[in-house]
Each structure stands twice: as C-alpha cells, then as structure tokens.
C-alpha cells in the first residue's frame, strides 16, 4: 500500500510521530511492517540525502583473535654445562650480556683435563709407530719375506690405534678442546667453556671457586631474534588456521607498535578445560621493540580473502534482533517506493556486511543505502 507520510487520510494506519534529529529541524518518521510499502518524496530525498545501492561482491578479510606468550624455541637456548666437573677459575660474562658464537663464557680446571690431553698424545704417538711397522711389513711382504699372517697383524694393530686416537679425539672435541691444537708443550689442566651460538645471557647459577657437576647448568644463552610466540586459539577458530599466514601482535602498553609473524606450527591436541589449541608463530626479525621470553602478546590471525555478497552496514535496520532492507519497487515523479524485507546477514568487515539471502533479491535491485533512515522507525 502506497503513502505520503503528509497525507492525513492514513493516520489509522500508520503511527506518525515527529522526532527531532537536529537542534532546528524535524522529520516524521514512519512505522512500518515486513512487506509494506513507504515513499520517499523527492523533498525528503533530498532533506536526507537518501542513496541507493545494490548488493556487490566484497573481500571479507576475517582475523582470528588470540592471546599468547613469548617463548624460545629449542634451537634458540643453549643450556651451558660442562661433561667434565672442574673447579670454575673465571666467569668471564654478566647476566644480560649478549654474546657471539665461540666465545668463552666460563674456564674450568681438572687435573683429568691434563690425563685426557696426554693420552691423545699418546695414541697419536703411537700410531705412527704401528704405521711404520705395517708399511715395513707390506714391503717384506711383496718380497715374500714376511708373511701374510704378520702383515695381517700388523695392519690390525694399526687401525685398532687409529680407532683409539681418534675416539680420545672426540672425548677431547665434547669438552670443546680442539685435538688438533692440542701440543705436547703446552698441555693444560685448565678448560674453557665457550658459547655455541650467539645470544644474551640469563640465569648465571655458578659462582668463581665453585666446584661444578656435568649435570650442573653454569647459565643459559638465549637467542632474543628467535623467540617464537605461543598461542592459545579457540577449538571453533583453528580450521581456520594453515601455516604462513600473517599475523600481527601487540604487547598490551604498546598497542601503537605492531609486531608482524607468521604461523609456523599448529598443535594435535585440545586442552580439554580451556578447548584451546596452541598454536605456534615466528615473529619478524626487522622488530624494533625489545622482547624477552614470558611477554605477553594479544595477536590477530589475518586469514584469506573471501568474496561474499554484501551491502553497506548503513542499509540495514534492526526491529526484534533481526534485520531488514528496504527494495526499491517504483519511481513516480521523483518519489521513491520501497519494500521492506527481511534480510539474514553474516560477517562483517570495513564497512560491509554479508548478506547471506542474496537469492531472495533480484541482481538489480535497488536498495536504500544511506539517507532516509531518520524517516522510518520500527513497529512495535
């Protein structure tokens, strides 16, 4: 049914109402239910503005929320022990230092630092004592004055010393003492513990005269550019998690200063109180923010694109928890005749909002977008 909100033959039917909607002007507004029919006069497109639209197609960019802590990761710590115990001569770090890879970070003394050395020594004397003997075999062998039993033996005696030499050599490379460098002049009862990566260093737990256990850790060397963050996404969020995809976090003093990262692991298993699943990002290594392991971060999960149809969120009304639409059905001199019809929406984004029933319209229709809305007031 058509009408002109200033026509007076009509107030048995439709509630007026004059709302003011600025400090010197008024509008009418109209209640209306689902299918009925409203114009819009030209006076009142223009007062408001009013514009159409149409449903389009939109990029919904959706984000999953999560909070999380800062972590290392395995290959970003490094647990600073000794295989051999030894009494500690020198602490040569402070906590908090950073330091680079091969550098010493605690010296060490033991009498059976000396005993290893010498043995290597030993073997290695002793090897090219066996060589001799077997290449002089191998020669009386060729003119048939030794046998092949003695050559036999010889050889073996030979390779049981080089197997020797070479395991006292890998004894000798675990407590970081390069055989190679190891002289028979300069043999020392004193051991120096160096770092295996670089890193900063936290938790010194020893002490200079301290005699220290191989189960004993001296201190940890944390690699700050490679802290990962640790997630906590919700059970109905996660199938919509892959790896690689983009995230950005804050800490919750700075929220002006973005941290970007990327998924890198997704957890198997749902934490049966919280039906959480943790998830695993590495952060960008160009962060200009100081991080440390235990901070907390609030992070958003940017997903793919998605096209969906959608309209602006300013051509919607709401009466009763739903949502509704007003069609444009007719133009008659410069009036506007809608349609209002239920409309079931979905996500939301920059504006838009999915309309879920765009089969229900047709792909031309025109629909109020802005505008005119301060004229319509839902029934009750």
């Not at 003997?133 to 062998?141: G, I, T």
Request: aromatic share 6%; charged share 25%; net charge negative.
């Amino acid at each position: 049914m058509n009408f002109k909100t200033n026509n007076l033959a009509f107030l048995g039917l439709w509630i007026l109402s004059i709302t003011l909607i600025s400090c010197d002007s008024q509008t009418t507004e109209i209640a209306l239910a689902e299918n009925e029919l409203i114009e819009l006069t030209a006076e009142q497109i223009k007062e408001t503005k009013a514009q159409l639209g149409s449903i389009t197609l939109k990029n919904f960019s959706q984000q999953v929320n999560a909070n999380g802590y800062l972590e290392t990761s395995p290959n970003s710590e490094q647990l600073v022990n000794s295989l051999k115990g030894g009494r500690i001569l020198e602490i040569s770090v402070e906590t908090g230092q950073k330091v680079s890879k091969g550098q010493t970070l605690v010296k060490l003394e033991n009498p059976e630092f000396v005993e290893m050395q010498r043995a290597y020594l030993e073997a290695g004397f002793e090897v090219n004592k066996l060589r001799e003997q077997w290449m002089r075999k191998k020669n009386l062998a060729v003119d048939q004055i030794a046998s092949t039993s003695e050559l036999q033996m010889a050889e073996a005696a030979y390779l049981s010393a080089v197997a020797m030499q070479q395991a006292l050599a890998e004894n000798l490379r675990l407590i970081q003492i390069d055989p190679e460098k190891v002289d028979a002049h300069q043999i020392s009862a004193t051991l120096a513990i160096k770092a295996l990566m670089d890193g900063h260093i936290t938790d010194i737990n020893c002490r200079k005269g301290q005699w220290v256990n191989p189960e004993d850790q001296l201190m940890r060397v944390v690699d700050l550019s490679k802290l990962r963050l640790k997630l906590d996404v919700f059970e109905k969020d996660v199938h919509k998690l892959k790896d690689e995809l983009p995230l950005i976090a804050y800490l919750p003093e700075k929220t002006n200063a973005p941290i970007k990262g990327k998924i890198q692991a997704i957890g198997r298993e749902i934490d049966a109180y919280n039906r959480t699943v943790k998830v695993f990002a590495r952060l960008s290594p160009d962060t200009q923010i100081l991080l440390m392991p235990g901070m907390f971060l609030h992070a958003y999960i940017q997903l793919e694109s998605v096209q969906k149809k959608a309209l602006p969120e300013t051509a919607f009304l709401e009466s009763d928890e739903k949502k509704y639409i007003l069609v444009l059905k007719s133009e008659d001199n410069g009036s506007w005749h809608f349609e209002k019809k239920l409309a079931l929406t979905g996500d939301s984004a920059d504006g838009f909002v999915e309309i879920i029933n765009f089969d229900d319209f047709a792909e031309d229709a025109k629909i109020l977008t802005s505008g005119g809305f301060q004229l319509i007031q839902e029934g009750e």
